[in-house]
């Protein structure tokens, strides 16, 4: 048999901020320590079992800058925001002096000539603003101005022209209340510009969308206008090597969230859209493992990494019962994406981690290990269930998220 013949495909399975810590009121126990979840047992004790550190330890990451240490790719070398992410994701090109922002809508009033933020989402109601959105695209002497609704409340801003940069701060107030004058961060003319470009853009924006027919609509519905736009995490796209370059994998991503995707399509990874992916708890990951699966017999890619967001969602709500309906719920579908690899005989390496703890106590990203276990031609270790507690004795020890592909790659036989 060749070398060639050898070698595996790989699926990585990251399911967004799923691990955690132990919870006094569930006795002392994780919600991956509570639920039942017989396909993730079945992968970690057919498999190799450890923890990793995603970043690095006690550094809490974000989803973007954990995918990009995941695939191999230093975050603090490459990481250049979160703006040039989300746009990626919703589709947009980006060129090397774009710069690119996270946006959402807001509801503001306007009082005695300042804009006061009354809801920072627009009251979550996405009724209207993919229209909305396509009225704020036009060109003004100093930018070209490029701006699509992405998920939920959000859009991304391009403004593409010259001299601009990234160096300034956010229109986001972070808060309800006066939105923020944007500033330049160095003493640069082109921040100085592009500050400027920003404030004259939120001011446009609050004019444009008052008047707009679809605002109208939105409040003969009974929903809060959705009538200005804040922008944040101002962004280049930076120089990232491909993926398939890198390591001679031709890779796909399936993914929800828009910013996951980003990080996909900026290291060249192709985009599977998956319909009715939402990135929520209700998001169809039956359709996920679907389209993985057809990938795999297929014959289309020899690497597929799918994110399933819904995990890290409930943890922020800080809702423990439904974090172990929604482990429970994932290990069904990857209870299907197991029998088929066997079944089918697709010679497939399958890992299955997660991006970083989001604890349900603690309701935000904690710094502290995953774990993940990997299913193929391994040395398999002693252990039998997939949690945090059980993986951390397992054969693969401690690992760090930017060696995770090398691992892969050389137990694919790919090395
Ligand atoms: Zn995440
Ligand atoms: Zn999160």
């Not at 810590?21 to 992968?43: F, G, Q, W, Y």
């Not at 994110?307 to 299907?336: A, W």
């Amino acid at each position: 048999m060749s070398n060639k013949m050898q070698q595996t495909k790989i699926v990585l399975i990251i399911c967004d901020g799923m691990a955690d810590r132990p919870d006094r009121e569930h006795n002392n126990k994780t919600p991956l320590e509570v639920a039942s979840k017989p396909n993730m047992d079945k992968i970690a004790r057919d498999g190799i079992c450890g923890i990793m550190n995603p970043i690095g330890y006690g550094i809490p990451p974000g989803s973007n800058t954990a995918h990009l240490a995941l695939l191999g790719y230093n975050p603090y070398e490459y990481y250049t925001g979160r703006g040039p992410f989300e746009a990626l994701g919703a589709g947009l090109n980006l060129g090397k002096d774009d710069i690119a922002f996270r946006c959402n809508f807001a509801t503001a009033e306007k009082k005695n000539n300042k804009i006061f933020i009354t809801d920072r989402r627009a009251g979550r109601g996405e009724f209207g603003m993919k229209e909305l959105g396509k009225l704020l695209n036009f060109r003004t002497d100093d930018a070209d101005v490029v701006f699509k609704a992405s998920s939920g409340h959000r859009g991304v801003l391009v403004l593409k022209g010259k001299n601009l940069s990234e160096k300034i701060s956010d229109s986001d107030p972070h808060s309800e209340g006066e939105i923020k004058e944007v500033r330049p961060l160095d003493d640069s003319d082109a921040a100085k510009r592009t500050a400027q470009i920003l404030n004259k853009f939120t001011e446009r924006c609050y004019e444009i969308l008052n008047r707009s027919e679809i605002q109208s609509e939105r409040i003969n519905k009974g929903m809060l206008p959705a009538n200005i736009i804040l922008a944040r995490g101002a962004g280049k796209t930076g120089e990232i090597p491909k993926f398939n370059e890198k390591y001679g994998l031709n890779g796909a991503c399936i993914a929800g969230v828009t910013l996951v995707k980003g990080v996909g399509r900026s290291v060249g990874l192709n985009i599977i859209d998956v319909s009715s992916a939402t990135g929520h708890a209700d998001s169809n990951i039956e359709g996920k493992i679907d389209a993985c699966i057809k990938e795999l017999k297929e014959n289309r890619h020899d690497f597929i990494l799918i994110n399933i967001k819904g995990t890290d969602e409930i943890s922020h709500d800080g809702d423990f019962e439904g974090k172990v309906e929604m482990i429970e719920r994932i290990d069904k579908v990857l209870g299907k994406l197991l029998l088929s690899v066997s079944e089918n005989n697709l010679n497939t390496t399958i890992a299955l981690t997660a991006d970083h703890t989001t604890s349900v106590t603690v309701k935000e990203h904690s710094g502290d290990t995953v774990p993940i276990a990997i299913l193929g031609d391994v040395r398999t270790d002693e252990i039998c269930k997939f949690s945090e507690r059980e993986c951390a004795k397992g054969g693969l020890g401690v690992i760090k998220g930017t060696d995770l592909l090398n691992i892969l790659m050389d137990l694919s036989r790919r090395g």
